[in-house]
């Protein structure tokens, strides 16, 4: 019987390539979006269901479907913003907290009975290089540091059940997105998605079986 994946974020460019990495090792692959867009426009492997993971309800019905089983978790779904401090308001802070940290927080909290099951889980999150603070960038960044701070406690409460818990801190990772947004960078030096999606393939691997508890980043 083939193992579990589950990708929160799956049909973004990352979440994409890692859906792939799964695909390959051999795993069924569960993944989510949040529009009927990107179910549309999804062509990789595995199921994709929309769900909004910052919202309770939806998150833990949706977690209800997915097998009893679940061997390897890759938390993608999150979102970035640019705004300088005097900017910020209550909206803008709510935002990158529900996309970031709550999504992660409650997909995590919905899929631990299945994990632990598995008898030898593993879970990434995606954090950033930008959480120690980046200037420009302080909702984003405060939200990815709380994302870092949620795997790491989370690798220490699961540990009796078996269950890894890591992080990754990518930089600027090479997307549509990010290139319609900074057409004059160099392209070259940035972190491709399939890159990131073998480290978290590795993560989830029985190789990395003694690792856990950690924050690794990611270059170039």
């Not at 999504?103 to 632990?116: H, Q, V, Y």
Request: net charge neutral; charged share 20%; glycine share 8%.
């Amino acid at each position: 019987m083939a193992k579990v994946a589950v990708v929160t974020g799956g049909a973004g460019a990352l979440g994409r390539a890692v859906c792939a990495w799964f695909d390959r090792a051999g795993y069924s692959v569960f993944l989510n979006g949040i529009s009927e867009s990107e179910r549309e426009n999804y062509r990789g492997p595995g199921q994709l269901d929309i769900v909004d993971l910052s919202i309770e309800d939806q998150c833990r019905k949706w977690a209800a479907t997915l097998p009893e089983r679940v061997h390897a978790a890759a938390l993608i779904a999150g979102g970035f913003s640019m705004k300088p401090i005097v900017e910020l308001d209550s909206l803008e802070i709510e935002k990158m907290m529900a996309m970031n940290l709550l999504s992660a927080a409650l997909t995590l909290s919905a899929l631990t009975p299945k994990l632990t099951a598995a008898d030898g889980a593993s879970v990434v999150m995606v954090g950033s290089q930008a959480y120690t603070g980046a200037p420009g960038m302080a909702a984003y960044a405060a939200a990815k540091a709380a994302v870092v701070s949620l795997a790491a406690s989370a690798s220490i409460e699961l540990k009796k059940h078996r269950v890894r818990v890591n992080s990754i801190l990518p930089d600027v990772i090479d997307t549509p997105a990010n290139r319609a947004a900074m057409p004059g960078a160099n392209f070259d030096e940035w972190q491709k998605p399939e890159e990131i999606a073998e480290v978290i393939g590795f993560l989830c691997s029985d190789s990395a079986r003694v690792i856990t508890g950690n924050a690794l980043r990611l270059g170039r």
